[in-house]
Antibody, heavy 118, light 107 residues
Framework: QVQLQESGPGLVKPSQTLSLTCTVS??????????WSWIRQPAGKGLEWIGRIYTSGSTNYNPSLKSRVTISVDTSKNQFSLKLSSVTAADTAVYYCARAVGFWYDYWGQGTLVTVSS | DIQMTQSPSTLSASVGDRVTITCRASQSISSWLAWYQQKPGKAPKLLIY???SLESGVPSRFSGSGSGTEFTLTISSLQPDDFATYYCQQYNSYRQTFGQGTKVEIK
């Protein structure tokens, strides 16, 4: 059974960089044809796709966030990571990591709340 | 950008009711649509993919249909565990987008 777990600071100051890591267990991140993705959800609102990385390392990002987002993978640690630069209060949200088979998400992390505040 | 519009935003129903949620795309997405269920404080759970394929382990009372621009999620007989918010997701383009959600409440 694949499991995903987000980790990282719960509080980030405005203008700084948000950094989160997703640790995958129960399977190798580099096996199979999967996209490893980040999705966020502001409190009381809907879901927003941030971006994804393929096992080859190729990435796709939401154009509205592309200039600030970097997603990377560390196969030796079975982890992938999110960096979002120049954050503002609008980036406050629950951040989920998820595995995509094709384009649909079959496994999700539990989510981690990141608050942007000074 | 492809916009996804769900209706209704909120739905009040009773246990045993047949429930239908609609998702409309601003342009054709073929059958590239998924449905998720989300409960408060939890991650979304995949119910349906490719518009009508039931994810393994999901009860058969859930079904999806549609293609092109109009899609529906149907719960044939609403159960207590089904009170939640439901989201559609399109993936016709790599910029995936979700609908705004439909909250199914107890009537």
């Amino acid at each position: 059974q694949v499991q995903l777990q987000e980790s990282g600071p719960g509080l980030v100051k405005p203008s700084q960089t948000l950094s989160l890591t997703c640790t995958v267990s129960g399977g190798s991140i580099s096996s199979g044809s999967y996209y490893w993705s980040w999705i966020r959800q502001p409190a009381g609102k809907g879901l927003e796709w941030i971006g994804r990385i393929y096992t080859s390392g190729s990435t796709n990002y939401n154009p509205s966030l592309k200039s600030r987002v970097t997603i990377s993978v560390d196969t030796s640690k079975n982890q992938f990571s999110l960096k979002l630069s120049s954050v503002t209060a609008a980036d406050t949200a629950v951040y989920y990591c998820a595995r995509a088979v094709g384009f649909w998400y079959d496994y999700w992390g539990q989510g981690t709340l990141v608050t942007v505040s000074s | 950008d492809i916009q996804m519009t769900q209706s209704p935003s909120t739905l009040s129903a009773s246990v045993g009711d047949r429930v239908t949620i609609t998702c409309r795309a601003s342009q054709s997405i073929s059958s590239w649509l998924a449905w998720y269920q989300q409960k408060p404080g939890k991650a979304p759970k995949l119910l349906i993919y490719k518009a009508s394929s039931l994810e393994s382990g999901v009860p058969s009372r859930f079904s999806g249909s549609g293609s092109g621009t109009e899609f529906t999620l149907t719960i044939s007989s609403l159960q207590p565990d089904d009170f939640a918010t439901y989201y559609c997701q399109q993936y016709n383009s790599y910029r995936q987008t979700f609908g705004q959600g439909t909250k199914v409440e107890i009537k």
